[in-house]
């Protein structure tokens, strides 16, 4: 008879156990949000992203946190190709992006569900999701692992960044006016004074210049070779910087080696320690010396100061224009 209740109270706790877990995800795991539909493509676990006007690849990746060129070869697109509207885009999930912990802050995490396929099971299920089958089973309320085609299981989240919106150009047609521009540098309050005497007359105050113009050179070559950062490529690891000898060492302009970008490709250096950037240009590959071991880039030794570092290595985040 003890026996007998002693397996009874272990059973409602494991029911206990599963329903909080159900409720957990029910209720944290789809917070007012919409949930991001996983599925198989060319037998790896992908989300199904359907093309917004105006989003590009690059933008796809940042939102997604996953490399540009994992998404171009997911897809076997280049980074030439413009996204059709409608299209749907496969986004890789890897430990880049995927996440297995119910995340603090919901608004950068996005819920993944996958729909049961004939022939699933839950092994090879929770094996792609990077967990037990123990915790799908907990986040779906599961006493067993019978899984039947066409059901929905929820299995894990991915990070999403919300914030990064396509630029949609306004095709409104414009209204044409007919009347005399004028270029006038008076003060304000004379061009008001000017329109209410003059209603014939139409003022035009001239836009201060682009502000492309106001950035350094370096920074501005960088902007326009990225399409104002729509068009980047992302990688982290170590810089070394080397000594250059001759008049350009004096210059204002840093150099650099690089494996993959093209001569003459800016590249955006950032030091999180310091929280300095510099822009440096590429001459050509990294040399093939015990200086650049393990290292992504090389850089000219007059950046140090600008960065504001003492050694001849340093950790480093880099973004440039992906190489054609």
């Avoid at 059709?84 to 912990?101: H, R």
Wanted: net charge negative; glycine share 6%; aromatic share 10%.
């Amino acid at each position: 008879m003890l026996r007998l209740l002693l397996s009874i109270f272990i059973v409602l706790i494991s029911l206990q156990a599963s329903a909080q877990m159900k409720v957990t995800y029910e209720a944290g795991a789809q917070p007012k949000q919409d949930t991001f539909r996983v599925v198989f493509h060319n037998d790896k676990w992908a989300v199904a992203h359907k093309v917004k006007q105006g989003e590009t690849l690059f933008l796809v990746s940042r939102r997604y946190h996953v490399p540009p060129a994992m998404v171009a070869d997911m897809n076997k697109v280049s980074y030439q190709e413009g996204l059709s509207e409608d299209a749907m885009l496969y986004i890789p999930l890897g430990a880049y992006n995927q996440s297995t912990k119910e995340p603090a802050n919901s608004f950068d995490h996005r819920a993944l569900v996958y729909e049961v396929q004939k022939y699933d099971n839950l092994f090879r299920i929770a094996h792609m999701a990077g967990v037990s089958q123990r915790d799908i089973q907990g986040w779906n309320g599961m006493s067993d692992n019978y899984i039947t085609e066409g059901k929905r299981l929820f299995v894990g989240w991915v990070l999403y960044d919300e914030t990064l919106q396509p630029i949609v150009e306004d095709e409104t047609p414009k209204e044409e006016v007919a009347a005399t521009e004028v270029e006038d540098t008076r003060s304000v309050d004379e061009i008001a004074k000017s329109i209410l005497n003059n209603s014939d007359t139409v003022i035009v105050i001239r836009k201060a210049r682009d502000w492309h113009d106001t950035l350094p050179e370096m920074e501005r070559k960088y902007m326009s070779q990225t399409s104002d950062e729509q068009m980047v490529m992302e990688e982290k690891g170590t810089a070394v910087f080397f000594e250059m000898k001759g008049k350009v060492s004096n210059s204002n302009t840093y150099y650099a080696f690089h494996n993959t970008a093209k001569l003459g490709t800016i590249i955006k250096v950032y030091n999180s320690g310091t929280g300095k950037t510099v822009f440096v240009k590429v001459l050509g590959p990294l040399p093939d010396t015990k200086q650049y071991y393990n290292s992504i880039i090389g850089i000219s030794s007059g950046a140090k100061e600008e960065l504001l570092v003492p050694e001849d290595r340093t950790w480093c985040e880099l973004k440039y224009v992906p190489p054609l």
